[in-house]
Every structure is written in structure tokens, then in C-alpha cells.
Nanobody, 121 residues
Framework: QVQLQESGPGLVKPSQTLSLTCTVS??????????WTWIRQPPGKGLEWMGA???????YYSPSLKSRTSISRDTSKNQFTLQLSSVTPEDTAVYYC?????????????WGQGTQVTVSS
């Protein structure tokens, strides 16, 4: 059984960089053809796809967030990480990591439980 677990600070100050890690167990992040994704849900809004890193380390970003987003991985720890720079209160959301088979959206077979991140001074 694959499990994903998000970790990181729950409170970030405006203009700082938000950094979250997703630890994967029960399967390798280098297995073909998995894509490891970050998604967020601001309060009262729908899910927003932020970006993904695939089994070979290629990255993909939402055009609206690309200038501020970086996704990387540590294969030795079976983890992948999200960094979102220059955060504002509008980046307050529940952040999820999830997996897809292939480069698809909204077809996640495994999710983390989500972690609340609040941007506030």
C-alpha cells in the first residue's frame, strides 16, 4: 500500500519561501510511469494543480505559479519537495501531495492527508 505524508511548517510569513516535503512509502518515486504532484486548496475554493515531478526527475509546473515554484526530489529518502517563493496571504491553503499514473490531472490514485499552511505575519 502506497502512502504519502506531507510535512513542513504550518505558518509562513509573507515574502518568505514555503517549503513542504512529501515522504512516500510502499513504492519508489523512481518507478515508471508515476508522476508525483503537488495540489492545493485555498479556503472556500477548489483544488489547484501546482506541479509535478516524474519518475525520471522531469518537472512540470502550472503556468500561473511557474515563476515561484520549484519541485525537486531526494531519491535516497524517497521524498519530493515543493518550494513556493514570495508567498502572500493568497497562498494560504491546504497543500496535498498525490500520485498519478502518467501525466494526467484529477486522476490521483494516492493522496497525502494534506497539511494546512497559513501565510501571515
Amino acid at each position: 500500500q502506497v502512502q504519502l505524508q506531507e510535512s513542513g511548517p504550518g505558518l509562513v510569513k509573507p515574502s518568505q519561501t514555503l517549503s513542504l516535503t512529501c515522504t512516500v512509502s510502499g513504492g519508489s518515486i523512481t518507478t515508471h510511469d508515476y508522476y508525483w504532484t503537488w495540489i492545493r486548496q485555498p479556503p472556500g475554493k477548489g483544488l489547484e494543480w501546482m506541479g509535478a515531478i516524474n519518475y525520471s526527475g522531469s518537472t512540470y509546473y502550472s503556468p500561473s505559479l511557474k515563476s515561484r515554484t520549484s519541485i525537486s526530489r531526494d531519491t535516497s529518502k524517497n521524498q519530493f519537495t515543493l518550494q513556493l517563493s514570495s508567498v502572500t496571504p493568497e497562498d494560504t491553503a491546504v497543500y496535498y501531495c498525490a500520485r498519478t499514473v502518467g501525466f494526467v490531472r484529477n486522476e490521483y490514485d494516492y493522496w497525502g492527508q494534506g497539511t494546512q499552511v497559513t501565510v501571515s505575519s
